[in-house]
T-cell receptor
Framework: RKEVEQDPGPFNVPEGATVAFNCTYS??????FFWYRQDCRKEPKLLMS???SGNEDGRFTAQLNRASQYISLLIRDSKLSDSATYLC??????????FGTGTKLQVIP | DAGVIQSPRHEVTEMGQEVTLRCKPI?????LFWYRQTMMRGLELLIY????????DSGMPEDRFSAKMPNASFSTLKIQPSEPRDSAVYFC??????????FGPGTRLTVL
């Protein structure tokens, strides 16, 4: 079993739709969690951190469920520019970092 | 302020040749990471350094791979000898403490 698992998608959604991604992690000792965004043939960039209390940044909401060991990302009112691959990340002690393989999102006009 | 700098951006080489990838982290960052990304395996952490010291190299696939960080502003990832299955995009990233990692643009390696 992979340490961090994501549904690879692709998720094809119309503009304006709400879409949610889940990511499960197997290491219960994981301490920090993040969502990164990666555009085609570009480097990953931080989208948002994921806090235990959940956090929101505009149209994006991230949540953590430690009991079930998953994190989620909700995108409301999808824009064409949201089309990208979304990577979830779990960080354990001493900066042990594990990326998921990513979920591809395609927002359709 | 310049971000993470990687060179070369593209490398095409023949099997058996030595390949050296270079990275300059963001000034002041104390962590440096090397990743490899392929379609099949996604983004894999190869090795990371803290204050120029290698902390975890368990992701390095085999002895053909080696990485060094002689000072706070420079790191190399070397593959010797290279094989076609090493073809991938190699990213370098840096961070301050355990905060956000900033990635370089990557080196696209093709081994023929």
């Amino acid at each position: 079993r992979k340490e961090v698992e994501q549904d690879p998608g692709p998720f094809n959604v119309p503009e304006g739709a709400t879409v949610a991604f889940n990511c499960t992690y197997s290491n219960s000792a994981s301490q920090s969690f993040f969502w990164y965004r990666q555009d085609c043939r570009k480097e990953p960039k931080l989208l948002m951190s994921v806090y235990s209390s959940g956090n929101e940044d505009g149209r994006f909401t991230a949540q953590l469920n430690r009991a079930s060991q998953y994190i989620s990302l909700l995108i409301r009112d999808s824009k064409l520019s949201d089309s990208a691959t979304y990577l979830c990340v779990a960080t354990g002690g001493y900066q042990k970092v594990t990326f998921g393989t990513g979920t591809k999102l395609q927002v359709i006009p | 302020d310049a971000g993470v700098i990687q060179s070369p951006r593209h490398e095409v080489t023949e099997m058996g040749q030595e390949v050296t990838l270079r990275c300059k982290p963001i000034s002041g960052h104390d962590y440096l990471f090397w990743y490899r990304q392929t379609m099949m395996r996604g983004l894999e952490l190869l090795i990371y350094f803290n204050n120029n010291v290698p902390i975890d190299d368990s992701g390095m696939p085999e002895d053909r791979f080696s990485a060094k960080m002689p000072n706070a502003s420079f790191s190399t990832l070397k593959i010797q000898p290279s094989e076609p299955r090493d073809s991938a995009v190699y990213f370098c990233a840096s961070s301050l403490l355990d905060n956000e990692q900033f990635f370089g643009p990557g080196t696209r390696l093709t081994v023929l």
